[in-house]
């Protein structure tokens, strides 16, 4: 067989892109989950976003991570 290596490419990257940054965007909704599952599960952000399903866990993870001091969460 014959190697091949795409080395990363990637088709489209602004599709790539557009598609990230409205992953990042959160609904009042989302956030009120958030803090609600929050409180039960703590930093088990994989559990967490079992119930936000439209965020993945690394989603949940970086919004947690951005907003922990505004959110007053430890």
Avoid: C
């Amino acid at each position: 067989p014959k190697f091949s290596d795409d080395n990363g490419f990637v088709p489209d990257p602004m599709a790539v892109e557009r598609e990230r940054k409205l992953s990042q965007i959160w609904t009042e909704e989302e956030k009120r989950i958030f803090l609600e599952k929050f409180l039960i599960y703590h930093k088990n952000f994989s559990r967490i976003s079992e119930y936000i399903p439209t965020k993945s866990t690394e989603n949940v993870i970086l919004y947690y991570y951005t907003n922990k001091r505004t959110l007053d969460l430890k």
